[in-house]
Structure formats: C-alpha cells, structure tokens
C-alpha cells in the first residue's frame, strides 16, 4: 500500500478546503447567471483546461475510440458533471450553500450499497451497513421535517441531494471503467458534460452576457479551481498515495462548506445542520473504519 508523503496530506488539506469553497462560489455565480449557464461555464472551461493540460503532458483529451469504453466515459461524464452540477446549481437558488455542502457528505454512503451490487470485493458488510443506516438518518434531518409537508425548499433540497447520489453512481462506474489514464478520463467527461451542458444552456437561457465582475471571476474560478485545479490534484494524490486515503476528503467538505457559508456569505446555520454533520460523519467513519486504520498506519510506518 502507498505510503503518504507530507505532500499528499497537504494536498488532501487543500482538495477539501477547495470543494468545500465550491459551493460558495456556486452562489456568488447565480447572482449574475441562470444555473445551467452556471453548470456550463464550470464544465466548458473545466474541459478546455483539462483538454490543453492533457495535450502538454502527453496524453489524450479523448481516448480511441472503443464501445465499451466510450459508454463508460458517456455515463461518467454525464452523471459526474452536466447532471450534478446542474441539480447543485439549480438546487443553491433556494437553499444555502451550506446546505449542498452538507449533502456532499452523503456521496460515500450512498456508494456503500451501490458497490455491494457492483463491484467485487465491496460487500456491504454489518459495519458498513450501520455506518450507511446512521448517515442516512443524518440525511434525512438534513433534509428536514418540512419536506414531508411538501414545502418550497423541499425540490431544491431533493436536487442537493440528487446530486451526491449522481456523484456516487459515477464513482461506482468509475471503479468498473475499462484501463484509461486519468488524466484522460478527467477530460474526456468533462468534454461529454460540455457537449450536453451547451446545447441545454443555448435552448433554455442562451448566450451569457456580461454581468458584474464578482459573477464573471466566479464563473471563471469554479471551471479552473475546484473542476480542473482540484481534479489534477486529485489525480496526483491517487497516484502517490493511493485512493483510499483520498477518502479523508469526504471529512473535510462539509465543515469548510459550512464556515465560508457562514462566514463569507452570512448564511444562517439551522440546529439540525450540525446534528446531521454529526450523524453523517459517524457514519462515514464506522463504515470506513478498517480503511482509516490501514491509512494511520502507513502514515506510521512512514516516520
């Protein structure tokens, strides 16, 4: 098993401050744009990035063309960018940005249930499916009571959380992809959420014009930090120290979503935000307690 270097803690340290700031810049976007130009702009300018990246390092922004591999870069594309980013996009005009952060939490334990069916050597054993029980009840306190009265913000939520569950079917798919280098599969679903998010943007609110300043950096940040940025970043520590320390993210996102939430954008924090942070965490760390332990102690064996 790879052993963690220095670099690969402060990376993981940054890819959560990072996703966690995401969804702050979402909101600041949505003051100037509709959210499927929002979700466009974050997958076209992602992809462009990505794609000249890939083409100074020597690899593909898309790879030969193969059916079976090509219906997975379809699927990953759609459901890991166009999909989700629009439901987050759409969902933030009514809730806060706290709010769709919080639901990130949600993305492994969905994976849980989804990998027993899926993947091999992913049984959802009575440890995990605990710590899936627990986070699901911290799911529905997040959520809310008002949803089952059918209120306004009940969509909206549904849409945040739609979006984790998109998240984790593509990871899911991801783990079952043919062998594709990652930088190449990073930019090959971004130019596939790009070919569905363009003709929907220009069919629903048509070319963006100019807006204030705030919203245009914003638009430019979320397609090169938090899409592109962050997805190299992501590769680098995957491929130094391994995918399941790049698990300890998911612990990161939502305490950051929720302080620049409350700090930057003043958003009011609801009791039951805290209480489902509480019981979604627990649950993700019952149910990847063996995982954690195996990365503690290669970071031991390390000193």
């Known amino acids: 098993m790879p052993q963690p270097t220095a670099r690969d803690w402060l990376s993981i340290v940054t890819l959560g401050v990072i996703w966690g700031a995401t969804f702050m810049v979402v909101t600041l976007a949505l003051e100037g744009y509709g959210p499927v130009t929002v979700a466009c702009a974050r997958t076209a300018i992602g992809a462009l990035v990505l794609s000249v990246i890939a083409k100074a390092a020597g690899s593909r922004a898309l790879p030969r063309p193969e059916r079976r591999l090509m219906a997975h870069i379809v699927a990953i594309g759609i459901l890991s960018t166009a999909l989700p980013f629009f439901l987050l996009s759409w969902g933030q005009q009514s809730v806060p940005s706290a709010f769709a952060g919080l639901s990130m939490a949600a993305v492994p334990l969905f994976v849980l249930p989804l990998a027993h069916f899926a993947v091999a050597g992913e049984a959802l054993t009575r440890r995990k ?167 503690v102690s290669a970071k031991r064996s390390n000193r």
């Open 129 to 295: 499916a605990v710590g899936f029980l627990i986070g699901f009840v911290g799911t529905a306190i997040l959520i809310g009571p008002d949803a089952l009265r059918g209120d306004a913000a009940t969509l909206p939520r549904l849409a945040c959380i739609g979006a984790a569950l998109c998240y984790a079917v593509s990871s899911v798919i991801v783990r079952r992809c043919p062998p594709i280098d990652p930088l190449t599969l990073a930019a090959s679903s971004l130019i596939v959420g790009s070919a569905v998010m363009i003709p929907a943007m220009l069919m629903t609110e048509g070319v963006p014009q100019p807006a204030a300043p705030r919203t245009m950096i914003a638009i430019l940040v979320l397609g090169a930090v938090p899409t592109a940025f962050a997805t190299l970043l992501r590769i680098s520590v995957i491929r130094s120290a391994g995918p399941s320390f790049l698990t300890l993210v998911n612990y990161q996102v939502p305490p950051w979503s929720l302080a620049f939430g409350a700090l930057v954008l003043g958003e009011a924090l609801p009791g039951r935000f805290f209480a489902a942070l509480a019981l979604i965490l627990a649950g993700l760390a019952i149910s990847q307690a063996a995982r954690r332990d195996r990365i």
